[in-house]
């Protein structure tokens, strides 16, 4: 209860800090503002980290001198004196010298013992609460003056500009998602859409079962690509995903358990349509943007195609995500530079960076830094929140894509989820991809059925 207390003051010092710190407005962004278990689990994990915000905390009064600044009262010495009296004419012997212990304990403790029980008992009820808050009085500065606070999206798009508020970072390493030849993608991905992405296609017929599998413990982070196969639902479910997309506007057949929401997509300039963004806007407040642009093999646009089409995608009011490119996220002048340039020019809105990342080197340890890099310099580049939406291990290197073996890339998976979920300005991430198919390599969670792979059971175990 004493670390939950520090850390709910520290936090409520954060939320008040003028400037405000970028990463955490950029992890509040979902937040609505009120005191809960779990935001302040989340928000505390970036203030123990960021030295800016735990600078904050320095000055407050140490969590064990609190109860001194709450007034003890006097026993009314009628109460004491009628007390003592009692205990004086209760009985003699044996039982007067145990009633005497009582005297001398009462005469040393009766005056403050239950006025510090009630402030001990105050504090535990606090503590208990689990939300955030702070004690004020006990600070040497105020606290903010109201600690119901909203996080508005202006406080993260705020940084819309690409280098509005971070100098141009160089990456530590380029990865292999830069590296890779766009039309080596061709093979897991076919031109117009990805295979994952079937059009209007009715939802297959489900194999009877018992009652579905309890839903794997999860965050609001952890999310999955997916298409409709046999058993979707229950590997949904199974899989302890919170979110999927699918690539498309609408779910396209697939029943999603209730705890799972889907995020819509408008794929390519061809489905920049007035039904399609009249549906987007049915399926909830976030839109993804165009789908890998940069890629030949898929949306294939020229930045000035995606900026003229993207204020038609702005009038829907949702939250969007920018054009998922296939490499080079980071890479001054390079396609993703160049539309975050022309948007910050046009005064175009931009709430979040999506982008992919698929790596060739199968070490584990190898393949988690090289990922880390990469979000890394996306994050200095652009400081706005990060969507990762698609990953796993493939090398695309060459004519055909090459895949480690399950056990590589349930490590990867393990290792990777575990980096992620240590930075604050990754929101959102999804694996490729919920179903196997000729096209997920070794990278798929479940076989039709649906039936758990190695790597789903990874999937599953991450949190």
């Given at each position: 209860?004493?670390?939950?207390?520090?850390?709910?003051?520290?936090?409520?010092?954060?939320?008040?800090?003028?400037?405000?710190?970028?990463?955490?407005?950029?992890?509040?962004?979902?937040?609505?503002?009120?005191?809960?278990?779990?935001?302040?689990?989340?928000?505390?994990?970036h203030v123990r980290a960021c030295p800016g915000c735990r600078a904050d905390a320095a000055d407050m009064v140490p969590a064990?001198?609190?109860?001194?600044?709450?007034?003890?009262?006097?026993?009314?010495?009628?109460?004491?004196?009628?007390?003592?009296?009692?205990?004086?004419?209760?009985?003699?012997?044996?039982?007067?010298?145990?009633?005497?212990?009582?005297?001398?304990?009462?005469?040393?403790?009766?005056?403050?013992?239950?006025?510090?029980?009630?402030?001990?008992?105050?504090?535990?009820?606090?503590?208990?609460?689990?939300?955030?808050?702070?004690?004020?009085?006990a600070h040497h500065t105020a606290a903010p003056a109201a600690l119901n606070l909203v996080i508005p999206p202006s406080v993260?798009?705020?940084?819309?500009?690409?280098?509005?508020?971070?100098?141009?970072?160089?990456?530590?390493?380029?990865?292999?998602?830069?590296?890779?030849?766009?039309?080596?993608?061709?093979?897991?991905?076919?031109?117009?859409?990805?295979?994952?992405?079937?059009?209007?296609?009715?939802?297959?017929?489900?194999?009877?079962?018992?009652?579905?599998?309890?839903?794997?413990?999860?965050?609001?982070?952890?999310?999955?690509?997916?298409?409709?196969?046999?058993?979707?639902?229950?590997?949904?479910?199974?899989?302890?995903?919170?979110?999927?997309?699918?690539?498309?506007?609408?779910?396209?057949?697939?029943?999603?358990?209730?705890?799972?929401?889907?995020?819509?997509?408008?794929?390519?300039?061809?489905?920049?349509?007035?039904?399609?963004?009249?549906?987007?806007?049915?399926?909830?407040?976030?839109?993804?943007?165009?789908?890998?642009?940069?890629?030949?093999?898929?949306?294939?646009?020229?930045?000035?195609?995606?900026?003229?089409?993207?204020?038609?995608?702005?009038?829907?009011?949702?939250?969007?995500?920018?054009?998922?490119?296939?490499?080079?996220?980071?890479?001054?002048?390079?396609?993703?530079?160049?539309?975050?340039?022309?948007?910050?020019?046009?005064?175009?809105?931009?709430?979040?960076?999506?982008?992919?990342?698929?790596?060739?080197?199968?070490?584990?340890?190898?393949?988690?830094?090289?990922?880390?890099?990469?979000?890394?310099?996306?994050?200095?580049?652009?400081?706005?929140?990060?969507?990762?939406?698609?990953?796993?291990?493939?090398?695309?290197?060459?004519?055909?894509?090459?895949?480690?073996?399950?056990?590589?890339?349930?490590?990867?998976?393990?290792?990777?989820?575990?980096?992620?979920?240590?930075?604050?300005?990754?929101?959102?991430?999804?694996?490729?991809?919920?179903?196997?198919?000729?096209?997920?390599?070794?990278?798929?969670?479940?076989?039709?059925?649906?039936?758990?792979?190695?790597v789903g059971q990874a999937f599953e175990a991450a949190r």
């Amino acid at each position: 209860m004493k670390e939950r207390l520090a850390t709910s003051r520290t936090v409520v010092r954060a939320l008040g800090r003028v400037p405000f710190c970028d990463r955490l407005a950029a992890i509040a962004v979902g937040w609505n503002g009120e005191p809960s278990p779990l935001w302040r689990k989340r928000l505390g994990r970036h203030v123990r980290a960021c030295p800016g915000c735990r600078a904050d905390a320095a000055d407050m009064v140490p969590a064990e001198r609190l109860l001194s600044g709450l007034p003890l009262l006097a026993v009314p010495g009628w109460i004491l004196s009628r007390t003592l009296s009692r205990i004086a004419a209760s009985g003699s012997g044996a039982g007067s010298a145990r009633h005497a212990r009582r005297h001398r304990l009462l005469g040393k403790g009766a005056v403050s013992l239950r006025p510090k029980l009630f402030a001990a008992s105050l504090a535990v009820l606090i503590c208990a609460a689990g939300g955030t808050f702070a004690l004020a009085s006990a600070h040497h500065t105020a606290a903010p003056a109201a600690l119901n606070l909203v996080i508005p999206p202006s406080v993260v798009t705020a940084a819309s500009s690409p280098s509005a508020a971070a100098a141009t970072a160089t990456p530590r390493a380029t990865g292999t998602a830069d590296k890779k030849a766009a039309s080596a993608k061709t093979a897991s991905k076919p031109a117009s859409r990805p295979v994952s992405k079937p059009a209007n296609t009715p939802a297959p017929t489900q194999s009877p079962s018992s009652a579905p599998p309890p839903a794997a413990a999860t965050s609001e982070r952890k999310g999955v690509s997916a298409v409709n196969f046999s058993g979707v639902t229950r590997a949904l479910t199974q899989s302890g995903a919170s979110w999927y997309y699918n690539w498309a506007t609408t779910p396209n057949g697939i029943a999603a358990p209730a705890n799972v929401s889907y995020v819509p997509m408008i794929w390519g300039a061809a489905d920049v349509t007035t039904a399609n963004l009249d549906e987007v806007s049915k399926e909830g407040d976030i839109l993804l943007g165009f789908n890998e642009p940069d890629n030949s093999s898929q949306s294939n646009m020229t930045v000035a195609q995606a900026l003229s089409l993207w204020p038609q995608l702005m009038a829907t009011g949702m939250t969007l995500g920018s054009p998922a490119v296939a490499s080079g996220a980071a890479t001054p002048g390079g396609w993703l530079d160049q539309f975050m340039a022309g948007a910050k020019a046009d005064g175009y809105r931009v709430n979040f960076i999506t982008v992919h990342w698929y790596g060739g080197d199968f070490q584990t340890a190898a393949a988690v830094s090289e990922l880390e890099s990469y979000l890394e310099a996306i994050w200095a580049r652009y400081h706005l929140p990060i969507w990762l939406t698609e990953f796993a291990l493939t090398n695309f290197s060459g004519s055909t894509p090459v895949y480690p073996t399950e056990a590589q890339q349930a490590a990867f998976l393990t290792a990777a989820t575990a980096m992620l979920d240590t930075l604050p300005y990754v929101q959102r991430y999804a694996w490729f991809s919920l179903p196997t198919s000729s096209g997920s390599g070794t990278t798929g969670l479940f076989n039709p059925g649906p039936s758990v792979t190695p790597v789903g059971q990874a999937f599953e175990a991450a949190r």
